[in-house]
């Protein structure tokens, strides 16, 4: 076999053993471990706004990520105290490709901010830009009520 073709073989061979991987890691998937994720229904918990955990809600502007977990049964979810000093809920789960990375940022009065395409949405889950079809479809906000320093977020 000529130089060439050995080269032709495995440059080939290298293709298809790096793309077969890959073709399976690109799809969409329903693992909790990955980033894309079904949007959490059935939310009913409550945050005690004194613990370690939710030392972000403190300040206007700060928020919380939460994650699945068996004993506190909550799960992807970002609790935000706004910049009025309310407390907000909604999904992580992005409305427009259901990646998990929404989070609030402090533009334009607090926004929920995807940084996968760039989905804005507003603090009651409108998407602000529709325009180039990024986020067609409403961020899923949850009710709040705080009694006493227990903040509770449920559907």
Excluded at 18 to 40: N, Q, Y
Excluded at 41 to 70: M, P, Q, V, Y
Excluded at 145 to 151: A, H, I, K, P, S
Aim: glycine share 8%; net charge negative; aromatic share 10%.
């Amino acid at each position: 076999m000529e130089r060439k073709q050995f080269l032709r073989s495995l440059g080939a061979g290298a293709a298809f053993a790096l793309t077969f991987p890959c073709l399976g890691g690109c799809s969409k998937s329903d693992d909790v471990d990955g980033e894309i994720r079904e949007e959490p229904t059935n939310i009913d918990f409550t945050i005690d706004l004194e613990s370690a955990e939710a030392a972000k809600l403190a300040n206007n502007g700060g928020f919380i990520l939460t994650k699945s977990s068996t004993e506190l049964k909550y799960t992807d979810v970002v609790v935000v105290k706004n910049l009025e000093g309310n407390f907000v809920a909604a999904s992580q789960i992005c409305s427009h490709e259901s990646y998990d990375q929404v989070r609030f940022t402090n533009v334009d009065g607090g926004i929920f901010y995807c940084d996968v395409h760039g989905s804005r949405f507003s603090q009651t889950g409108t998407p602000l830009n529709q325009v180039d079809s990024k986020a067609a479809k409403p961020l899923r906000v949850y009710k709040t009520t705080l009694t006493g320093t227990m903040l509770r977020v449920f559907e």
